[in-house]
């Protein structure tokens, strides 16, 4: 690869408020799949160091990703709290099953 092509690693910051996409909803009620996805959606696009800060990694953009904001949301409306989120994120099993405290 010539100097000139160079490729770039991850996008660049949105310039306008017209580039910067949305949040992705939230379910009206968290079903078992639905966690069971955001789990997924956690691990997957965990935080990885990179020389210019803490980049998903899945696609490289900034951490957290869009996937990431809704995994954690998910969760947090099933009734997980941050140090139950953070310990699947480190955990990094795909598949571990949430644990669920209604009415929390």
Do not use: K
């Not at 079903?31 to 160091?49: L, M, N, S, Y």
């Not at 996937?67 to 989120?85: D, F, K, M, S």
Request: charge should be positive; proline fraction near 12%; include cysteine.
């Amino acid at each position: 690869m010539s100097s000139t092509a160079a490729r770039t690693v991850r996008p660049a910051a949105p310039r306008g408020p017209g580039e910067v996409l949305r949040e992705i909803p939230l379910p009206p009620y968290v079903t078992v799949e639905d966690a069971q996805f955001a789990v997924r959606a956690i691990v997957v696009h965990a935080p990885r160091a990179w020389s210019g800060g803490a980049v998903c990694r899945n696609d490289a953009s900034p951490h957290p990703c869009r996937l990431h904001r809704w995994g954690t949301r998910v969760l947090a409306q099933r009734g997980l709290r941050p140090a139950e989120i953070a310990a699947l994120i480190e955990r990094g099993d795909p598949a571990a099953v949430p644990l669920y405290r209604p009415g929390a």
